[in-house]
């Protein structure tokens, strides 16, 4: 699941501090001790060395300091650098079912120079205020079964060669959630999140682009999370994070973890919304009252789902940016959703994990590219349009269907679609007007005309046609052949 700003750093920390269920009915020094070891179990011999963990009992909780500021020096290389972090304390409590009860309040800041792939100069910087946290973390699964998480305000900077990019938000909020899954031993998650006065700038050599938003909300879940066999997976990726290369018998090992952890999940689904959105590039601002993005994932690796929707509501453009006479055709309110239902992600993933990684190229090119087809099985595929809207001054549709075909054939596709228009009529007349001053819009007028005589009209008013469009270019509406 995706994590926003405000708790990425408590949950990774948490994460590893109870990588190692502690059994600690009441707090005592015996008790501190256990956790520290816990803790410091899965971290470099440097950081141990100087310290940069330590736990203290109080009366009824831990206190554990996360002295970061140590780490500085510590792993500086050509590549990266780190300048600031700061130190974070956590204080964790025992509660029932072996759960921890984890809170705090912290500041939090950190900076750091160093170059990239390509040898650019680059730099990042982030700060947030008033982390506080209050959730119940699972040792089984390390992570959080439950919690709720607010900041105050935060900034992100980062520079890779002439590239900038500068994020600002004025406070967050987060709330997670966790019931048992359908499958033995999985959980089922479920987060929702609000940043308020979100603030984006990029410059770039072509063009700088300001995003400005008075809220992003967030509604992600996650189904049939194989929690405790992924909890398994980090550990073991968190143990071997300092070794250059693993050996045959981890990479074998490493397989294992992977095979068991599969699926990662049943589902995934997560929405995002921009309220009050704007979009500058230096010269013009495009608006809307809401823009909207959606991902779904379902279904087993075999015969996976994968839907993605984006729309928007309000939409305007600025003055000039558009002839008037194109005016009323510019969309004001979009609703799309695609998905591609039977796709095969075990195939793939087979391969990666039967690959022999002691060879130099571990996967050859014919078995890459025959990974990407895999993934389709037959080479055939079919993209599903669940119900899509488009309106604008002069036209409202509807649209739903499916296209298909096969990788093999590119030229052979199939359509199927329903389009439903409302006031038809209206949007002729557009056209028709839009003719006067453009003679390729008075061609689709005559094309607008032939199609409105094929129309059904359903209960609501609105035109119905159903289209079918075969492999070999035939088209049918509404069980009319069309004589091209």
Known sequence: MRLNLATASAVAI????????????????????????????????KAVEKGVVAVTSQSDKYQILFD????????DTPQFSLKQITPMTLFAAPADGGLWKVDGTNDFAMSSTGKDLEGKDSSFSYTIAKIAYNG???PAISYFRSGDFTS?????????????????????????????????????????????????????????VEIVAESVTADVGAAGVNAQKLRDLYVFIAEKATKEKLDPAEIEAMKGHVRGALPFFT????????????????QETVEADAGTYMLKISGPLEATELGIGFGATGLSLPPGLVPPMYAPFVPTVTDIQLSAPN??????????LNADYSKEKPISDAEAAAMGLSVFPGGAYTVNIGKSVVTA???????????????????RVAVDAVILARDFDKTMNAVQELGKADPQAMQAFLGMTMVKGLAKTDADGRSRWEVSVDQNRKVTINGNLLPF
């Open 152 to 208: 105050g305000a935060g900034t992100m900077a980062m520079t890779v060669g002439e590239e900038k990019m500068d994020v600002g938000f004025s406070g967050m909020n987060y709330t997670l959630s966790s019931v048992a899954g359908a499958g033995a031993n999985t959980v089922d998650f479920r987060a929702t999140a609000e940043i308020r006065d979100y603030k984006q700038n990029m410059e770039t050599p072509q063009a700088p």
């Open 14 to 45: 948490a994460a590893a501090m109870f990588h190692q269920p502690v059994q600690a009915a009441e707090v005592n020094e015996q008790g501190a001790k256990e956790l520290q070891g816990s803790l410091t179990k899965w971290l470099p011999e």
């Open 393 to 411: 001054p002069s036209y409202d549709l509807e649209i739903s269907g499916k296209v298909s075909g096969s990788l093999m054939a590119p030229d």
């Open 68 to 75: 970061l500021p140590k780490l500085m020096g510590l792993y």
């Open 267 to 282: 589902s995934i689904d997560e929405t995002f919304e921009l309220r009050k959105l704007k979009v500058n590039n230096g």
């Open 343 to 352: 796709l095969n992600l075990q195939a793939p993933i087979d391969v990666m």
């Open 136 to 138: 119940l973390f699972d």
